[in-house]
């Protein structure tokens, strides 16, 4: 399982702020456990980037350091008065300098998330399907077995 801690977290941003953006990173940088669908996003008021952990567990490195690269596009062009906003000229063209991703990737757990999970009770089997299944009408395709929902 991989580790990171909030200081070894520190030292990776800041380690890919002075290698990509030449400067250092001399604020905060936290896990949010409750970012869902977004990678990281940065607090302007506190000058605080927050990384959804899940990135860091399920994504590969790369991804990762990707969203710190483009959370890092809005710090660095903040805390210099420049647009550090989406829309603005300055963070197009600092992502673009920088090789920094506009979007991040949807994770592998929400793209596997499926509504309905249902076990064969002979072979326990598990069918995991996007629409609800007639456990009465459809059984087990390995064994023949009756289906039970398990979520
Ligand atoms: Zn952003
Ligand atoms: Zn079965």
Request: charged share 30%.
């Amino acid at each position: 399982m991989k580790h990171l801690s909030e200081k070894e977290l520190h030292e990776l941003v800041n380690h890919i702020s002075i290698e990509f953006f030449k400067k250092p990173f001399v604020d905060d940088v936290t896990f949010n456990n409750r970012l869902r669908t977004t990678g990281g996003r940065y607090l302007p008021s506190k000058r605080l980037i927050e990384l959804n952990p899940k990135y860091f567990y399920e994504m590969d490195e790369n991804e990762f350091n990707g969203i710190i690269k483009h959370e890092l596009c809005h710090y660095h062009l903040h805390i210099e008065g420049k647009g550090y906003k989406h829309s603005d000229p300055d963070f197009k063209r600092l992502l673009a300098i920088t090789g920094s991703p506009r979007h991040c990737k949807p994770l592998p757990s929400t793209i596997n998330r499926k509504k309905h999970q249902y076990r064969c009770e002979t072979c326990h089997h598990i069918y995991n399907r996007v629409r609800s299944v007639d456990v009465k009408r459809y059984r087990c395709g390995i064994c023949g077995g009756s289906l039970k929902q398990v979520n």
